[in-house]
């Protein structure tokens, strides 16, 4: 009897210590435990997101990958794997599992250290969402005081949504929906029961179940997860069986774009990461830029093609690696090369006489054929080739590691250019950017010629110093001597002695006719006629900045500093009438509500109602939007006449009609306008042209400086680039001319003179003026009136430093 009451009293003894123990730690710990409230509006880490102006994914930036979903999304299998793998009990606890709790406690006793902690889904919650990972019993204490809080705050969904969010499940996946994308590439609504069941076995050990890195565990710790749940009732016998023999078909997806756009997408980020800081990676926003898919996907292939058809043109520089003749070691090497561009890495693995065999990093090998290869003689030298091949084996040999491509389900021959391009296209009525390309590969370089390389643009510069001529009294018909001309320094030998690109003279010759045949010596004359100082002036409302102009009469021939990106934007004024617009990228930034954060309101040009009512002298255009919501689309700025702009865009379709750009001609449009440029020995190449809808830039060259070789000019390289992009995006397009402005008079020309011509003049023309700058019949000006833009002296001689 004695030692009953003894084994009473002791037992209720212990309990008064555990309940004073417990209390005592509770009343210890409860005032430094979080608000559990708190879990309603809880901000989870989500990256950021690039997207077209059609809504297609250009590219995720995070270190977390996160897409948070609903309770009411996820499948009811999952849930049920779920509670198989982590708390078949979750259903009837109040956030802690007594049974789990003591096993966790008499497991310490025995092993003296924590080895299981008998945590339910809610305390899991608890630890992921307010505690450390920490092994101690005082965080097992708040972790079990918060998740009673949890339980008796949040409903039992509620308690999933949070948990299936949050978890990490390898390979940067936060939550069940990243981790269904990550190894199967699909939505988690769309995974199969087994799917679902493997996704389910993670929680408890990322690595160790990783279905990439062990596969056999993965599948070991999954079909235990179905057995469970067949002996919990949530599947039946056939759903088990069928689920036991599907194979595991988990591979690593990365974030898979839907637009290949990667210069856009880091443009993207750095906007955002000024915006917004770090934050930006983190807080979910979601960007939507003004790139049309289909435009940006024009401007992808178009560059691609570009440089590969004129790197061809300059021959085969050889194998990148000879990998000898075992085949063991080819899949080693191929894996650690990427593919660019789409240009993919394969070792040849047979020579034959009708073509070769390759095999490529999937360890599948593929025929070439032998016409595919018919370009590749030696490269020698920038102008220099070797002989042509007259079969395989005279390009490659056995174990070479060379590129392919892949058109119409063909293996094409070819290999990665050393040339690079640059594209550029905006809408000129705005200057939203709807297709940039920065290069020939961003996985080769992430330096974006569109916007960072200052290269000289060469005569795609003219035309703003022939704008700058018309807008001081010259008309597309004044005669301009096209003739040598030599600057000297005075008291120093140095001279200057500038030339036309075939070392011809033509004699006096129309501005027009000068621009289309690109007569240097005619630029020169015009920018030395209407003042360096008047020309920079005028020029920098185009945009330009004054430092990259240089103060001397070589800027008539394009000697200036400047990025694709703005040269494209400077051309936007004549194709838009005469207005300024800025370029931008970003369209609208939403947070992860979905709320807007920002629209995009750029200046844009007017409609004929605002536009009318700015030209009137009482009212500029910052008046006529002044007084206005800032939400109210904003005026851009007028800085040419428009007559002038209509008369550049005339002078510029000759450039395609009868010029250096005749190659345009291919497009059958009556609409484009545009410009060749070509620097001194051919370091660079240019093409600048437009509609009235869309304005677009290419240049090409090498990044370090260097011929681009013989016979290589703007309407070669660049040209072929802009054609094959704008034939793309304006295809079953209208044409759209400008409309004519008033003041413009149509006047048949005397060629000889450049004057009115008077009835019966042989041969004479029709050209477009200003009504106030229309010549006078030849009858009207005296014989020793000079006119702007008269012929000068063949042999006049300037100071050098005019230049």
């Known amino acids: 009897m004695r030692l009953l009451k003894f084994l009473l009293w002791s037992s209720l003894g212990l309990l008064c210590a555990v309940l004073l123990s417990i209390s005592g730690a509770f009343l210890y710990l409860n005032p430094n435990l979080p608000s559990v409230e708190s879990l309603r509006n809880v901000q989870l880490q989500i990256p950021l997101r690039v997207f077209s102006a059609d809504e297609k994914l250009i590219a995720e930036f995070g270190e977390m990958r996160r897409s948070p979903i609903r309770f009411e999304e996820i499948p009811e299998d999952f849930i049920h794997a779920l509670l198989a793998a982590e708390d078949d009990n979750f259903a009837n606890h109040y956030g802690v599992d007594v049974t789990g709790l003591m096993r966790a406690a008499a497991q310490l006793l025995k092993s003296g250290h924590i080895q299981t902690g008998g945590s339910t889904i809610t305390m899991q919650v608890a630890k992921n969402y307010f505690l450390t990972s920490e092994r101690s019993f005082s965080r097992k204490i708040s972790e079990i005081l918060l998740a009673l809080q949890i339980e008796r705050e949040l409903s039992k969904n509620e308690i999933?949504?949070?948990?299936?969010?949050?978890?990490?499940?390898?390979?940067?996946?936060?939550?069940?929906?990243?981790?269904?994308?990550?190894?199967?590439?699909?939505?988690?609504?769309?995974?199969?029961?087994?799917?679902?069941?493997?996704?389910?076995?993670?929680?408890?050990?990322?690595?160790?179940?990783?279905?990439?890195?062990?596969?056999?565990?993965?599948?070991?710790?999954?079909?235990?997860?179905?057995?469970?749940?067949?002996?919990l009732g949530y599947i039946d016998q056939q759903r088990y069986e069928q689920a036991i023999a599907e194979s595991e078909t988990a591979r690593y997806h990365g974030a898979s774009p839907e637009l290949e756009a990667p210069y856009i997408a880091e443009m993207a980020r750095a906007e955002m990461v000024g915006r917004y800081g770090s934050a930006a990676y983190t807080d979910g926003f979601r960007?939507?830029?003004?790139?049309?898919?289909?435009?940006?996907?024009?401007?992808?292939?178009?560059?691609?093609?570009?440089?590969?058809?004129?790197?061809?043109?300059?021959?085969?520089?050889?194998?990148?690696?000879?990998?000898?003749?075992?085949?063991?070691?080819?899949?080693?090497?191929?894996?650690?090369?990427?593919?660019?561009?789409?240009?993919?890495?394969?070792?040849?693995?047979?020579?034959?006489?009708?073509?070769?065999?390759?095999?490529?990093?999937?360890?599948?090998?593929?025929?070439?054929?032998?016409?595919?290869?018919?370009?590749?003689?030696?490269?020698?030298?920038?102008?220099?080739?070797?002989?042509?091949?007259?079969?395989?084996?005279?390009?490659?040999?056995?174990?070479?590691?060379?590129?392919?491509?892949?058109?119409?389900k063909h293996a094409l021959f070819s290999q990665i250019p050393q040339a690079q391009a640059?594209?550029?296209?905006?809408?000129?009525?705005?200057?939203?950017?709807?297709?940039?390309?920065?290069?020939?590969?961003?996985?080769?370089?992430?330096?974006?010629?569109?916007?960072?390389?200052?290269?000289?643009?060469?005569s795609s510069f003219k035309p703003f110093v022939y704008s700058a001529a018309l807008d001081a009294g010259y008309t597309a018909a004044t005669l301009v001597n096209d003739s040598p001309i030599v600057f000297v320094e005075e008291g120093m030998d140095r001279v200057w002695r500038p030339k036309n690109d075939n070392n011809t003279f033509l004699g006096p010759?129309?501005?027009?006719?000068?621009?289309?045949?690109?007569?240097?010596?005619?630029?020169?004359?015009?920018?030395?006629?209407?003042?360096?100082?008047?020309?920079?002036?005028?020029?920098?409302?185009?945009?330009?900045?004054?430092?990259?102009?240089?103060?001397?009469?070589?800027?008539?021939?394009?000697?200036?500093?400047?990025?694709?990106?703005?040269?494209?934007?400077?051309?936007?004024?004549?194709?838009?009438?005469?207005?300024?617009?800025?370029?931008?990228?970003?369209?609208?930034?939403?947070?992860?509500?979905?709320?807007?954060?920002?629209?995009?309101?750029?200046?844009?040009?007017?409609?004929?109602?605002?536009?009318?009512?700015?030209?009137?002298?009482?009212?500029?255009?910052?008046?006529?939007?002044?007084?206005?919501?800032?939400?109210?689309?904003?005026v851009a700025e007028r800085i040419i006449d428009e007559?002038?702009?209509?008369?550049?865009?005339?002078?510029?379709?000759?450039?395609?009609?009868?010029?250096?750009?005749?190659?345009?001609?291919?497009?059958?449009?009556?609409?484009?306008?545009?410009?060749?440029?070509?620097?001194?020995?051919?370091?660079?190449?240019?093409?600048?042209g437009y509609n009235a809808d869309i304005v677009t830039t290419v240049w090409s060259g090498f990044d370090q400086p260097r011929s681009l070789g013989r016979n290589e000019y703007g309407g070669t390289v660049a040209l072929p680039i802009w054609m094959s992009y704008m034939g793309t995006v304006l295809k079953d397009q209208p044409e759209h001319l400008p409309p004519e402005p008033e003041g413009i008079l149509t006047l048949r020309v005397d060629p000889v003179s450049g004057r009115a011509a008077s009835p019966g003049t042989p041969d004479a023309y029709f050209e477009v003026f200003k009504s106030e700058d229309s010549p006078p019949p030849m009858n009207e000006l005296a014989p020793d009136l000079q006119i702007p833009g008269s012929p000068l002296p063949a042999n006049e001689a300037a100071p050098l430093d005019l230049f």
């Open 160 to 231: 999933l949504e949070l948990y299936v969010n949050k978890i990490y499940l390898g390979h940067r996946a936060y939550g069940i929906e990243a981790a269904s994308q990550v190894y199967y590439g699909q939505s988690i609504k769309d995974l199969s029961l087994a799917q679902l069941a493997m996704i389910a076995g993670l929680p408890k050990a990322p690595s160790a179940f990783n279905p990439l890195v062990n596969p056999t565990r993965s599948k070991e710790r999954r079909d235990w997860i179905l057995g469970r749940m067949q002996k």
């Open 643 to 688: 007559r002038t702009a209509y008369i550049m865009t005339s002078m510029l379709q000759d450039v395609i009609k009868r010029g250096t750009g005749r190659r345009a001609l291919a497009l059958g449009r009556n609409d484009l306008a545009g410009k060749t440029g070509t620097t001194n020995d051919s370091f660079d190449s240019w093409f600048s």
């Open 287 to 408: 960007v939507v830029t003004s790139v049309r898919s289909d435009r940006q996907e024009a401007a992808n292939q178009a560059l691609i093609d570009g440089l590969i058809s004129y790197d061809q043109r300059h021959g085969y520089r050889g194998a990148e690696a000879q990998l000898g003749t075992e085949r063991s070691t080819w899949l080693d090497e191929l894996s650690s090369r990427r593919a660019l561009s789409g240009l993919q890495p394969a070792v040849v693995s047979q020579v034959g006489n009708d073509g070769i065999q390759v095999l490529t990093r999937d360890g599948q090998e593929h025929a070439v054929s032998w016409d595919s290869m018919k370009w590749a003689r030696p490269h020698l030298a920038t102008n220099s080739l070797g002989p042509r091949p007259t079969k395989p084996s005279d390009v490659v040999k056995l174990g070479d590691l060379v590129r392919i491509r892949w058109t119409d």
């Open 509 to 634: 010759i129309r501005m027009r006719e000068a621009l289309y045949k690109s007569r240097n010596l005619v630029s020169i004359r015009l920018l030395q006629a209407i003042g360096i100082d008047y020309a920079l002036d005028y020029i920098t409302r185009f945009g330009f900045k004054r430092e990259d102009l240089p103060r001397n009469l070589s800027l008539a021939l394009g000697t200036a500093t400047l990025t694709p990106m703005e040269i494209a934007t400077g051309w936007t004024v004549f194709a838009n009438g005469g207005y300024r617009i800025e370029p931008y990228l970003i369209e609208r930034i939403e947070d992860r509500q979905g709320e807007v954060l920002f629209t995009a309101n750029p200046p844009r040009v007017p409609h004929e109602q605002i536009a009318a009512q700015e030209d009137s002298p009482a009212v500029s255009s910052a008046e006529a939007v002044a007084g206005e919501d800032e939400s109210a689309p904003q």
């Open 422 to 458: 640059a594209l550029v296209s905006l809408d000129p009525q705005d200057g939203s950017i709807e297709a940039l390309a920065g290069g020939f590969s961003f996985g080769q370089s992430k330096y974006n010629r569109a916007i960072q390389a200052k290269r000289q643009p060469g």
